[in-house]
Nanobody, 126 residues
Framework: QVQLVESGGGLVQAGGSLRLSCVTS????????MGWFRQAPGKEREFVAA????????YYADSVKGRFTISRDNAKNTVYLQMNSLKPEDTAVYYC???????????????????WGQGTQVTVSS
């Protein structure tokens, strides 16, 4: 069983930064493609960013491109989401997800991912 645990959320003022982390159990983390999604109250879960198993490919939603950076450390079984220039509309619960197939084709599709974390709250005040 693969488990994902997010951390790093919190309350920040607009223009500030946060770094989210997601630690994944299991010795095969290095072959997983990893994604970050978010869900605001009353809205559907939406794609934020993804990274391929080798970290050679990344993919971002237009709404976060240039502000957020996804990265991974396979030695630590961890994927990160560095969030800069945060806006109130970034407020949401952020989830990490894992796809054992490794690639990022269709990374924005929630059904692509087999495993999900419980989420971490990010609140951006204006």
């Amino acid at each position: 069983q693969v488990q994902l645990v997010e951390s790093g959320g919190g309350l920040v003022q607009a223009g500030g930064s946060l770094r989210l982390s997601c630690v994944t159990s299991g010795r095969t983390f290095r072959i997983y493609a990893m994604g970050w999604f978010r869900q605001a109250p009353g809205k559907e879960r939406e794609f934020v960013a993804a990274v391929s198993w080798s970290a050679g490919n990344t993919y971002y939603a237009d709404s976060v491109k240039g502000r957020f950076t996804i990265s991974r450390d396979n030695a630590k079984n961890t994927v990160y989401l560095q969030m800069n220039s945060l806006k109130p509309e970034d407020t949401a619960v952020y989830y990490c997800a894992a796809d054992p197939r490794g690639g990022i084709v269709g990374a924005f599709i929630t059904q692509k991912y087999d495993y999900w974390g419980q989420g971490t709250q990010v609140t951006v005040s204006s």
